[in-house]
Structures are given as structure tokens and as C-alpha cells.
């Protein structure tokens, strides 16, 4: 059973850092293109950040040079280390993974085929 599971989600203070990770069962991370996506309340989700099965990756305008993405393989896992947070990037952050590994429109969340349940991020001081 495929299976994507974040955390590392909580309370931060404007500033501040926080590291999210997606854990994953069942199949290989670095097999899969990974995206990672956000939803804040009463708006549309926006795709964070993505990394590929070579290890390239994409950012969103609104969090580059604040946000990182990463994988370890022997963990297999993907990290979301994010910086400078502010409160507009409060949301509940997802992993998405896309079998089709093509990097293009990355950042599209229909087009990923595997979903975790989410992660709740609040920036607030």
C-alpha cells in the first residue's frame, strides 16, 4: 500500500524555522516526482515546491530563497526546511507524489497521483 504521511507541522513565530518531512511506505520517494503544496483557509491550494528523481528542483515564487527541499534516500523521505516564515505561509502544508516524473508544471497539484493527509502550519506571534 502507497502511503505518504507529513509532519513536523506547528506553532512558529514570525522569523522563525520550522522542517517539514514526508515519509513514505510502500514505494521508493526518489522513483517519484515529489511536490510539496499548501492550502490556507478559504483558498486554493498552491503548490509549494517540487524535486525530481535526478534531484533538480522548483520553487514558488512567494517562498524562494526562504523555502529548501530535499531528499534522503536511505530514509526515504523528502524535507521542506523553511526559513523566514512569515504569517501568510500559515496553512496546512501536503506531499504529493506523481509516478509520471516529468518536471514540467511541477507545481500543478492535479497532475500528482499520491496525497498524505497534511501537516497544519501557523506562523503567528
Known amino acids: 500500500q502507497l502511503q505518504l504521511v507529513e509532519s513536523g507541522g506547528g506553532l512558529v513565530q514570525p522569523g522563525g524555522s520550522l522542517r517539514l518531512s514526508c515519509a513514505a511506505s510502500?514505494?521508493?520517494?526518489?522513483?517519484?516526482?515529489i511536490g510539496w503544496f499548501r492550502q490556507a483557509p478559504g483558498k486554493e491550494r498552491e503548490g509549494v515546491s517540487c524535486?525530481?528523481?535526478?534531484?533538480?528542483?522548483n520553487y514558488a515564487d512567494s517562498v524562494k530563497g526562504r523555502f529548501t527541499i530535499s531528499r534522503d534516500n536511505a530514509k526515504n523521505t523528502v524535507y521542506l526546511q523553511m526559513s523566514s516564515l512569515k504569517p501568510e505561509d500559515t496553512a496546512v502544508y501536503y506531499c504529493?507524489?506523481?509516478?509520471?516524473?516529468?518536471?514540467?508544471?511541477?507545481?500543478?497539484?492535479?497532475?500528482?497521483?499520491?496525497w498524505g493527509p497534511g501537516t497544519q502550519v501557523t506562523v503567528s506571534s
Open positions: 504529493a507524489a506523481d509516478p509520471l516524473t516529468v518536471q514540467n508544471m511541477c507545481l500543478i497539484g492535479r497532475r500528482y497521483t499520491y
Open positions: 510502500g514505494f521508493r520517494l526518489d522513483y517519484y516526482l
Open positions: 524535486i525530481s528523481t535526478s534531484g533538480s528542483t
